[in-house]
């Protein structure tokens, strides 16, 4: 929920505005606090807007650039109106973060359709253990204001927890990560958003692919229950940025199946990217954002209004 809009509400009921009536009111209330603003129909997350031209690149529109001091650092998903998820291993130390949002170029020249907003908190998972052993590699960034909903900006679905993706099912990684020899000396970002795409692998495959020159015992898996592999079979496989998402297409809608979680992924060609499988997060993602809807101090506002609004009628 959005601090200015729980304050308006509060000014309104506060007011009691005598030329305004109860239905109007409680019409308004709905109106501000639904997601999308003046089309009711659509659901609140994942339908992305593709544009006419198909000659020309899509647009995802929950697409994130995490940044400090205005420099790319890694890619997030946007989930909600004030939240973003990225990988845990992207937040180093007590850096002043933003995101930009509703571009596709990652130094855009204007500022027409983007959006960057200053991260307020940063909610760590606390099975993270590092970069030495990544578990529990996800992050929430609560934006210091809440974003406004456009066909540039929109937010990804979450996955129900009991959700199970299928092998082989096709997917979409997305980011500024160079395509090819990303950790050379001299790899530089893209300058535009790139994507592929690419399909959910078997786990125990993708683990048999990573423990070829591993020297991990045999019987300490290197992926884990938490994480979700994908591939495509080819050379282009760093399109994605650490932390950006990896979305597919479910049922009309897109979901969230994973932020990219090991940098190594692209160290060689045809390694499998491998991600923080959301559907075993959504639960502490939708507890966290509950908790800092909670945590807002004009909410009871909203409680105020429709406390009065529902108040009979006095006359005259």
Known sequence: MAVSLSCLSAGLAASRPLGLSR???????????????????????????????WDMSRHWPWEVSLR????????????????????????????EYSVLLGTSKLMPPNATRTILIPVRDIIMHPKYWGRTFIMGDVALLQLHSPVIISKYVQPICLPEPNYSLKVGTQCWVTGWGQVKQRFSANSTLAPELQEAEVFIMDNKKCDQIYRKKSRIPRIVPLVLGDMICATNYREDLCSGDSGGPL???????????????????????????????????????????SNGILSVPCTSAWLLLLFWLLQPQMGP
């Open 23 to 53: 239905s109007f009111l409680l019409l308004l209330l709905l109106l501000l606090n639904s997601g999308y603003k003046g089309d009711s129909t659509k659901p609140a997350c994942g339908q992305p807007w593709w544009p006419k031209n």
């Open 68 to 95: 400090v001091e205005n420099e790319h650092v890694c890619g997030g998903a946007l989930i909600d109106l004030s939240w973003v998820v990225t990988a845990a291993h992207c937040i180093q130390g007590t850096k």
């Open 247 to 289: 979305a597919c297409e479910v049922e009309g809608r897109w979901i969230l199946a994973g932020v990219l979680s090991w940098e190594k992924a692209c160290a060689k060609v045809r390694n499998p990217g491998v991600y923080t499988r959301i559907t075993k997060y959504s639960r502490w993602i939708k507890k966290q954002i």
